[in-house]
């Protein structure tokens, strides 16, 4: 969880299926082509995110995760998308029971057969968590490691 | 098995108000089936209360255990270094796993952190329903292992009340009627004639209604 996060700035989760190939070749290209504050990594599948693990995102710091994952009807495990979808609807409303914004969780389905561009999906959202503000939770990080 | 659900995070933080060393710890059986106190379940909670008490300014620290069954003895040794190291011990156990800590732990505090409900089956994933009163004195064998104490809304014994529609119960219609169900399994089993036979009243002296129950074993007890 502590890979390219900045001590200043949003931290940002990603979580992505490794079959998207565009998330992979920014994964490939290193920490400099990644905005700052993100943590960026590849799953199995989609499906293999839980709600434990995005909730512990959250406890660890992070202010927003973006879990990307195949288009609807190409998982190659048939239903992991789908369920990650759920999973992170799920997360999200584990966030309220905390007053935290639901939408600093969110799933996406990459759109079947058009060229996405990471870097702008990942810039949209650190945008969107920008307007939400910090959670205020460090999860004991230490030296400053939120944004104020 | 036991299906439980989790209390509101609300709740729980009454609960373990005061800790300072919170130990966090759930049971891998039934509870775990039922997505409620199994390990992933420990450390979403945990997780939540770790936020929470940040939150709140407060100086707790967390940790997670998970047994494998938290109703049996001979597991519960498995976290004694824990349970020692905590002020407070939060179980995610079902009501017999929280007392059963409590037990082989009587100096240690334990709060649950389920509501715990019934006794039942997985009928599809994510779905739980219940199929068992645990009444001590099963019938199933007259009702094509259809139990009408449990799963009639009106724990009928000899035949539908006039409420039944379309296979569904009054009391709500995302309740099959259990005689509907009953009806249809014997039927298919060719057992229609199991429901000439009259049978008698529960008797609910075997149940808790009588007292709280122990079985005993002699040639199990050592």
């Known amino acids: ?148 | 098995m036991i299906v439980a659900e989790r209390k509101p995070l609300a709740e729980i933080l009454e609960l373990v108000a005061g800790a300072k060393r919170l130990l966090v710890v759930g049971c891998d059986t039934c509870v775990a089936e039922c997505a409620a106190g199994g390990r992933k379940e420990v450390a979403e909670t945990a997780a939540l209360l770790r936020m929470a008490f940040e939150q709140a300014g407060s100086e707790v620290e967390v940790r997670e255990a998970s047994l494998d069954r938290q109703c049996v003895n001979q597991f519960l040794a498995q976290v004694g270094e824990d349970v020692a190291w905590a002020d407070t011990v939060l179980s995610l156990g079902c009501g017999a796993g929280v007392q059963a800590l409590a037990r082989f732990y009587p100096d240690q505090v334990f709060v649950p952190a389920l509501n715990t409900q019934f006794i039942g089956t997985t009928v599809e994933a994510g779905v739980w329903a219940e199929d068992c009163s645990g009444c001590g004195d099963c019938k199933l064998a007259y009702f094509g292992a259809v139990c009408p104490l449990t799963r009639c809304s009106k724990r009928l014994l000899n035949g539908p009340c006039g409420g039944s529609r379309n296979g569904k119960c009054e009391v709500s219609p995302d309740v099959d009627c259990a005689w509907q169900l009953i009806y249809d399994r014997l039927a298919a089993l060719n057992q229609l004639d199991r429901l000439r036979a009259f049978v008698a009243p529960n008797d609910w002296s075997t149940s808790h209604s009588g007292r709280p129950r122990t079985i005993i074993r002699e040639d199990r007890r050592v």
Do not use: W
Not at chain 1, 92 to 121: Q, T
Not at chain 1, 127 to 136: E, F, N
């Open chain 1, 1 to 148: 969880m502590a890979r390219h996060m900045s001590k200043q700035g949003e931290h940002i989760v990603v979580r992505f299926c490794h079959n998207q190939a565009g998330f992979m070749n920014l994964l490939k290209a290193g920490p400099k082509a990644l905005p700052a504050g993100v943590d960026l990594a590849p799953l199995p599948c989609s499906g293999k995110v839980e709600p434990h693990q995005i909730l512990s995102f959250f406890a660890a710091g992070a202010d927003g995760a973006l879990i990307q994952a195949c288009p609807l009807g190409a998982c190659r495990f048939v239903e992991g998308n789908r369920r990650a979808a759920k999973r992170a609807a799920y997360a999200a409303e584990r966030l309220s029971e905390l007053g935290l914004d639901p939408a600093r969780v969110r799933f996406r389905y990459a759109e079947a057969g058009s060229n996405e561009d990471p870097e702008s999906i990942i810039q949209e959202f650190i945008k969107s968590i920008r307007a939400l503000g910090p959670t205020g939770l460090t999860g004991g990080r230490r030296g400053g490691g939120k944004a104020k």
